[in-house]
Each structure stands twice: as structure tokens, then as C-alpha cells.
């Protein structure tokens, strides 16, 4: 599976931003999605996570209620939409692909991975 996630820039607290990740496997139907950030000098981290069907959700505490994930398992490709954007929110955001039957919201579970995509909010 080849992601190539797309949609970051610069934007100003309080704003909002929507990332995309594009899969190239016909098999994405399959897969766990999962958007993690880094920042510099800090760790990489969980973001949102999202089931093959999109029955399943889940958020970091962080980014609850602010960041919507979705799928569009037609267009091979996941989303995470990014509002009420915080400085605090500036990272490098990477999509990642996990198989079936994995745990969603740790990072072992992903074995693959997009190139990321940088989102810089400004205070």
C-alpha cells in the first residue's frame, strides 16, 4: 500500500484545514486508517484512527471535538479535517495503514506509512 497524504500549509489559530491521504492498493477497503503527527523534537503521535467500514472512530484527547476523520473507501482515500487549529496543533501530519484485526490507536500497528504533510498554525 502506497499513501500520499496531501492538504497541509499554514494557517492561523482558530482556523481550520482538511488533510487528504490517498492509498493506492486496491485492498484500502481492508485496512485501519490512521493519522499520527510529529513535532519537532517530540515524539510521533497518535491523531485519529478510523475502521475499514468508518463504523469505527477514535480521537486523541487533544483533538477530540476539533478533528473530523472520514473515509471514502470509493476514492481510496481517508481524511482528517482539522478545525479550531491551535499553535500547539503544528507537526508534521502522517496517514498510515494498518491490517485488519490490529489495534488502532498505537503506532506498531501501522506498517505502512505516507509521506507526511506539514501544518503550521501561526498565533
Known amino acids: 500500500v502506497q499513501l500520499q497524504a496531501s492538504g497541509g500549509g499554514l494557517v492561523q489559530a482558530g482556523g481550520s484545514l482538511g488533510l487528504s491521504c490517498a492509498a493506492s492498493?486496491?485492498?484500502?477497503?481492508?485496512?485501519?486508517m490512521g493519522w499520527f503527527r510529529q513535532a519537532p523534537g517530540k515524539d510521533r503521535e497518535f491523531v485519529a484512527a478510523i475502521s475499514w467500514s468508518g463504523e469505527i472512530v477514535y480521537y486523541a484527547v487533544a483533538v477530540k471535538g476539533r478533528f473530523i476523520i472520514s473515509r471514502d473507501n470509493a476514492k481510496n482515500t481517508v481524511y482528517l479535517q482539522m478545525n479550531s487549529l491551535k499553535p500547539e496543533d503544528t507537526a508534521v501530519y502522517y496517514c498510515a495503514a494498518a491490517p485488519p484485526g490490529q489495534p488502532m490507536r498505537v503506532l506498531p500497528s501501522y506498517g505502512y506509512w505516507g509521506q507526511g504533510t506539514l501544518v503550521t498554525v501561526s498565533s
Open positions: 492498493a486496491r485492498t484500502f477497503t481492508s485496512y485501519s
